[in-house]
């Protein structure tokens, strides 16, 4: 008897801690799965094909709390790509992730986050996905996710998620909230493309309002160093900068409509540029029950500037010095048919085509780049099946 009150004595003593820790821990497990089926029309020349991927923000989290009196909070968070075709390796706290303190004056935070610029465009971003198949972002605003400003990764993308922010938050006001952040200019000291002492960084700046059916974002970004500055001697830096606006509205509670502008300027070399100017509309309508309507439209217009070289997918403005013709814009067009299972558990069915321009360049998303060797960029089409799952 006393070997049996000896033994579960031993076991409490080990338990406690861990019920203790159990007890004070505010860690969350958190995520979203999706996964995107499709049947594509690549174009004139080039092959039909089935395509599987993992869009829109698959993933897995952890995040957790401290309260460490004052009104001083210290928190953290790493959320990791999810993919459940088993094809993507990525490794930990690959998304949204960061170390931070907050309060009453506001958030600060440093690692790895979406940029306050994107998060602007995002207020008035209605009735369409950022990525896959039946993604706009790429049309839009060069695409949209990961990026690596140190390396002068996706120069031309303008919804990033980036690394190493020292990142602000302010208090909401009434709805109101100013976002801004920065990223490091790591590789001042290092050759990046060949190039020396050049500090590519991101400099972002965003305003977002969310009061009852109406929501409205502002922003401004700056890409530095992104070009090839110092392949001419005595060049300054180049920059890259963007605009943008978006606005939403709901209407009783069932009815979305939103749309989003966005103008982008970017520096070359020998003092040419290029410019382009893109935007989008959708709809978001609940129609009854768990049956829902999708709507989107987004257009890129033609590519301004005197560059003779085109930036990701925006093809160069013009042919030879003094010769600029145009034929480089796109327009987009998804409708998808929405059934909600669930708070949780969501399917989509939709088509999506995209109309290039004869010199255009654009592709849908996850597609290779699309440029036809003969008759340049061809008008792409999709069927797809789309599931998403929050846990």
């Known amino acids: 008897m006393n070997k049996r009150l000896m033994a579960v004595a031993v076991a409490g003593v080990f338990a406690a801690p861990a019920v203790a820790l159990a007890q004070s821990s505010t860690v969350q497990i958190y995520g979203k799965i999706t996964y995107e089926y499709g049947y594509v029309d690549q174009g ?21 709390q401290e309260k460490l009196g004052g009104g001083l909070t210290a928190w953290f968070q790493c959320e990791s790509s999810a993919d459940v075709r088993g094809i993507s390796q990525d490794g930990l706290c690959t998304r949204n992730s960061a170390i931070g303190f907050k309060g009453a004056w506001g958030n600060l935070h440093f690692g790895r986050w979406d940029s ?5 465009v995002n207020m008035g971003t209605v009735g369409v996905q950022d990525t896959g198949l039946l993604g706009h972002s790429f049309v839009f605003a060069g695409g949209s996710g990961g990026t690596n400003a140190i390396a002068k990764s996706n120069r031309n993308r303008w919804k990033r998620r980036d690394v190493g922010w020292t990142y602000y938050e302010s208090p909401n006001f009434s709805g109101f909230q100013v976002l801004a952040g920065f990223t490091p200019g790591n590789a001042a000291t290092s050759a990046v493309d060949g190039q020396d002492n050049d500090k590519p960084r991101v400099l972002s700046i965003g305003g977002t309002f969310k009061n009852g059916p109406f929501a409205a974002g502002i922003g401004y970004e700056e890409h530095q160093d992104f070009g090839a500055s110092t392949l001419v001697p005595g060049a300054p830096n180049l920059k890259d900068k963007a605009y943008t606006v978006s606005l939403a509205y709901t209407f009783m509670n069932k009815l979305e409509v939103g749309a989003a502008f966005l103008q982008t300027k970017y520096d070359q070399p020998l003092n040419t540029e290029l410019k382009r100017k893109s935007w989008n509309i959708g709809l978001d309508w609940s129609i009854a029950g768990p049956h829902g309507l999708e709507l989107g439209y987004t257009e890129a217009d033609d590519t301004d500037g005197n560059s003779l070289a085109g930036i990701g997918d925006n093809a160069a403005p013009c042919i030879a010095v003094g010769v600029c013709p145009s034929d480089t814009g796109a327009k987009l067009y998804a409708v998808k048919y929405r059934y909600k299972f669930s708070k949780r558990t969501i399917a989509r069915i939709g088509y999506i085509t995209l109309q290039n321009d004869t010199r255009a360049r654009y592709s849908l998303g996850g597609l290779p780049a699309n440029i036809h060797p003969i008759s340049g960029a061809q008008d792409q089409s999709a069927a797809v099946l789309y599931l998403e799952h929050y846990f």
């Open 44 to 64: 004139d020349g080039k092959p039909n094909t089935d395509v599987a991927q993992t869009p829109g923000g698959t993933a897995i989290g952890f995040r957790g």
């Open 116 to 120: 306050p610029f994107k998060r602007a």
